[in-house]
């Protein structure tokens, strides 16, 4: 089936514009995560989606990053006032997601391609 | 100190080599361990889940030991479409978001 897709895959702002990622998780899905991965480094945690709870946004670096998932599916991340450091693979990420924290209910996170962000 | 430390290599091993990987993670309440595979300019991939028992797929062993913190990834008979890098995964007690490594470059040479 359809594995998770973001859009665009790329994307060239300046400096000062707003920007907004777009994914889309697989169907039924309903646990959706927010990453970036800056060059050389390892994935960052941004903020996590579960059906209609409210999101962990602990991850998100300022309050320029924002996300929202309507509907428990598509989710958009939204970059305010974009700087030359927020320049990254933005990734997304879905899952069915565990009953508890254990590792025996862990369910894998399948990522999309990425929305490779160049901010000048 | 990052919560999930790797050595960012990069290993070149010639085919058929054994390499292995370490990790450590800092935070003693992690509760689930993988090794994600990243292919270059891809997305990550899961490769397999490590538990404290270790486990095996194929060429590839993966262990745990919780009381040093302490994950590694075993790959024998390395293959040319092994070249990649390797990310140690933790999830952070009861947080359900994935802690990654920085990663391990891996590339074998005919």
């Known amino acids: 089936g359809a594995g998770v897709s973001q859009s665009p895959s790329n994307k060239v702002t300046e400096k000062g514009k707003d920007v907004e990622l777009r994914c889309d998780p697989i169907?039924?899905?309903?646990?959706l995560y927010w990453y970036r991965q800056s060059l050389g480094q390892g994935l960052e945690f941004l903020i996590y989606?579960?059906?209609?709870?409210?999101?962990?946004k602990s991850g998100l670096p300022s309050d320029r990053f924002s996300a929202e998932r309507t509907g428990g599916s598509v989710s958009t991340l939204t970059i305010q006032r974009t700087q030359q450091e927020d320049s990254a693979v933005y990734l997304c990420?879905?899952?069915?997601?565990?009953?508890?924290?254990?590792?025996?209910?862990?369910?894998?996170?399948?990522f999309g391609p990425g929305t490779r962000l160049t901010v000048l | 100190r990052k919560e999930v430390e790797q050595d960012p290599g990069p290993f070149n091993v010639p085919e058929g080599a054994t390499v292995a990987f370490n990790c450590t993670y800092s935070?003693?309440?992690?509760?689930?361990f993988f090794w994600y595979r990243q292919d270059c300019r891809k997305e990550p991939k899961l490769l397999m889940s490590?538990?404290?028992s270790g486990n095996e797929d194929g060429r590839f062993t993966a262990q745990l030991n919780r009381a040093s913190q302490y994950i590694s990834l075993l790959i024998r008979d390395s293959k040319l479409s092994d070249s990649a890098t390797y990310l140690c995964?933790?999830?952070?007690?009861?947080?359900?978001?994935?802690?990654f490594g920085s990663g391990t470059q891996l590339t074998v040479l005919p």
């Open positions: 935070n003693s309440a992690s509760q689930s």
């Open positions: 169907s039924g899905h309903t646990a």
């Open positions: 989606f579960q059906g209609n709870s409210a999101p962990d």
């Open positions: 990420a879905s899952s069915i997601p565990g009953t508890s924290g254990g590792s025996s209910s862990y369910n894998e996170q399948f």
């Open positions: 995964v933790v999830t952070p007690g009861s947080a359900r978001q994935l802690t």
């Open positions: 490590v538990y404290s």
